[in-house]
């Protein structure tokens, strides 16, 4: 029996995956056993890797007049598939015996397109990877603080907040000119009587940039300029917001299902046409604030076993959880988590603007692009 195409990018992304997982469970294991397990570690590290791709890939297309006439097969343009590989280190500093410690973090992480489509929509970066090659990512910092005190007042609840800054080493940042992205964020976790443990999180943030209009640098996504050109004419994010409502529930043997709601929206730079801050800007451009398209989306997903890289919203996240954070450090499923997510991102409002959209599955699109397939693993190290 042959395979169909779709079929056997997967086979291909899942063996990929597993023999990627099997050198991180000999490398944690290593780690392990080389700082022992009498002395306790402030200092983590993670390494995580994930398949992604997007329902495209199991759309058949008809075939066009021109594919006929010249008998070339039938395209599949926009199905992709990624590979990401990603590395984190975390610190806790327990500055006072009487407060909760602060949570640093910091981490940079790297993708390569197994199979490259025309589009990737939804919260994707724009399609400027080419296929069998490794990209860095933007490197993020974080630090978190978990409020004290009030449990005592709610009991079961907790709040969490923190600052999150970028990096900008990704070719997509430097090439558009952002210098960093800075946000706050507040996350509110409680867990219910019936074990079901619900997250709010909510978070404003902010883009440093070169220009306020998009200015492409040729030099480093050629393929970019060939389709638009140089300078695009519209204005850069200036500043995101937005919000999440996160629900899991234990099953058994730490395993969980869960839901997540997401909304966001961006307020974009302006100042056109003002010819000193954008010289390349046009006369008649759009002057005053402009606000980005409202965005929403649906993941639904199961995970097995606790992220434990420090960090205050993950920490009350698995406590809340039932995660008592005593682990074995020379047991390698203790120390890993695994997950499988189907995640849809859409427009919050339908392209005639009639309606709200449905974000749980990609109602929208005929090739069904905006609905994306993950599988992970993440290793404390």
């Known amino acids: ?16 995956l597993y023999m990627t997982l099997l050198v991180l469970s000999q490398i944690s294991l290593s780690l392990a056993d080389a700082k ?3 002395e306790s570690y402030p200092l983590i590290g993670s390494v995580s890797t994930g398949i992604t791709w997007n ?6 297309n008809e075939r066009s007049e021109a594919a006929a006439q010249y008998q070339l097969s039938d395209s ?15 610190y806790t ?9 602060l949570f640093f973090s910091g981490g940079v992480g790297f993708t390569r397109a197994l199979s490259e489509g025309f589009n990737r929509a939804g919260i994707i970066p724009a399609a400027t990877t080419q296929p069998n090659r490794f990209y860095v990512q933007d490197a993020t910092v974080s630090a978190g603080w978990t409020i004290p005190g009030l449990s005592a007042l709610i009991p079961k609840l907790s709040a969490n907040l923190g600052v999150n800054g970028s990096i900008p080493f990704s070719m997509q940042s430097r090439s558009l000119g952002v ?18 443990v619900i997250q709010g999180t909510s978070f404003v943030g902010y883009n440093v940039l070169d220009n306020p209009t998009i200015q492409i640098d040729c030099s480093l996504t050629p393929q970019a300029c060939q389709i638009s050109g140089e300078d695009l004419g519209s204005p850069n994010d200036l500043m995101y917001w937005g919000g999440a409502i996160n629900m899991q529930y234990p099953l058994f043997s730490g395993l969980r299902a869960g839901v997540t709601y997401r909304m966001f929206g961006s307020l974009l730079a302006t100042s056109f046409p003002d010819t000193t801050a954008d010289p390349l800007a046009s006369d008649y451009a759009q002057s005053g604030k402009q606000v980005g398209s409202l965005i929403h989306g649906t993941s639904f997903f199961f995970i097995y076993g606790f992220n434990r890289t420090a960090s ?6 698995n406590e809340s959880l039932g995660d008592s954070g005593q682990e074995e450090e020379d047991r390698f499923l203790d120390r890993l988590s695994l997950s499988a997510s189907m995640t849809t991102n859409d427009r919050f409002y339908s392209s005639d603007g009639d ?27």
């Open 36 to 38: 022992g397990t009498s």
């Open 1 to 16: 029996m042959v395979l169909s195409s779709p079929l056997q990018r997967l086979q291909r992304c899942v063996s990929l």
């Open 55 to 60: 329902h495209s890939n199991f759309v058949g």
């Open 355 to 381: 309606r709200v959209t449905l974000p749980f599955f990609d109602f929208e699109t005929d090739n069904r692009s905006r609905t994306t397939y993950t599988f992970s693993a993440l290793i404390t190290l």
């Open 312 to 317: 205050a919203a993950q920490q009350a996240l």
């Open 179 to 196: 210098k960093t992205y800075l946000s706050s964020f507040l996350s509110l976790i409680y867990a219910t009587p019936i074990k079901l």
């Open 93 to 101: 500093w327990k500055f006072s015996p009487n407060l909760p410690p």
């Open 76 to 90: 599949d343009g926009f199905g992709w598939s990624l590979l990401n590989i990603n590395s984190g280190i975390s």
